[in-house]
DNA sequence: CTTTGCATTAACCAAATGGTTAAACATTTC
DNA sequence: GAAATGTTTAACCATTTGGTTAATGCAAAG
């Protein structure tokens, strides 16, 4: 990656720190200038308005955060190393994007509309969904213990994603400084998929 | 209680629902008063500001979010039925505010300092540290496997908390209805509960 | 009845904010 | 090198928004 952007691209990456951060209606045009280091005049030559901007924010973060999920259950491991590929996958990319997951949240709750757009422009999670499908045969097999693969599923992004989402309350709640957060995420990802696997022994 | 309440309470009220589902950003002061059949004015005749308002609604969430938890952990049931009672009690009573937990944290991470505040009143919850330890306690005596109690409750309150946090989001990827949301809220007791159980056998 | 003190409102205000414009500046084209 | 095209800026504009004020309504106290 260049250190050295296009104006427009410049503009993006502002436009997605102070959007992150403070979300569409807690963004000022003009903070995001100052950020990309412009004029606000600017980012209405290239980019219209403010929700056109936050548009490509948002549709790039949902991306984030929703694509890579599916394309970690892509591969052809077994289930179990999936599981825990998929955990540590997860964590660590969510690592480098602790504001993501909050964020778009966040704006689909203020506008559920929004995402009906993303969902028509790919299919739905195959990859998701087969890996849901193969829990239920092993299930049936009798190599797991039978539980609903929806519930399974939703609980291990819950228990990936949530601790970011909820950063400054945990760390709050449980004086926790910024090191021992981070040694607390590093140790999440044995702890998720051990968890998770034991809970599947039959 | 009174379905009349003093203008006071009306405006309490009409606070709380702008700014559980708009933030404190996306909050209007004239969409709450007119949410509570009021003149614009009297929002500042007895509440100052926007910002005294919302602290006072926020304040109210959090004692709703946190102060549960921790209620929820005091009795002196054996450890198993204190997880199955406190997933299902946490789980109903986020059901009746799903707005909450999303407001709280975004407007944590919107200003993390505001939590200091919140934390001067009270103790920090002494029936979950006890709980923490009891664990422990019991891992040491072989009765559960050896997790850390940290993990362990942070993701039990993931689980519990995340999919109402994430319910558009949800019911647009697995399109859910809400009835279905509805019953995979209900389903959800018995299965975190269970989960967790199975997770901590030996 | 009138005075007093609180509750309520319409009208108003200043600052903030998303957006526009016309001119200056730079780069490419011929 | 001048015309044309694209980029950038300062100044400006209209609307929104949190907040104020002065006048009105109104119930209780005297």
């Not at 104006?7 to 209606?25: D, H, N, V, W």
């Not at 999920?69 to 690592?95: C, H, L, R």
């Amino acid at each position: 990656m260049q250190t050295t952007n296009t104006t427009e691209q410049q503009i993006i990456e502002a436009a997605r720190k102070i959007f992150m951060q403070r979300g569409l209606s807690g963004a000022r045009m003009q903070d995001i200038a100052d950020e990309a280091g412009i004029n606000k005049a600017m980012l209405h030559y290239y980019y219209r308005s403010k929700e056109k901007l936050f548009e490509i924010v948002f549709g790039e973060a949902v991306q984030m955060l929703l694509g890579r999920v599916n394309a970690i259950f892509a591969g052809d491991m077994p289930w179990k190393e999936k599981i825990v590929a998929a955990v540590d996958n997860y964590i660590t990319s969510i690592s480098e994007n602790p504001y993501l997951p909050l964020f778009v949240l966040h704006e689909i709750n203020q506008n559920p509309d929004r995402m009906v757009q993303q969902f028509l422009h790919g299919p739905l999670f195959p990859n998701l969904r087969a890996f849901m499908l193969e829990l239920a045969m092993e299930a049936e097999k009798g190599n797991i213990r039978k539980v609903d693969p929806l519930q399974l599923m939703i609980s291990i992004i819950s228990m990936c994603v949530f601790p970011f989402a909820a950063k400054p309350l945990l760390t709050g709640v449980f004086q926790m400084d910024p090191a021992r957060f981070k040694t607390f995420i590093e140790e999440r990802k044995k702890f998720v998929s051990s968890f998770v696997l034991h809970a599947l022994e039959p």
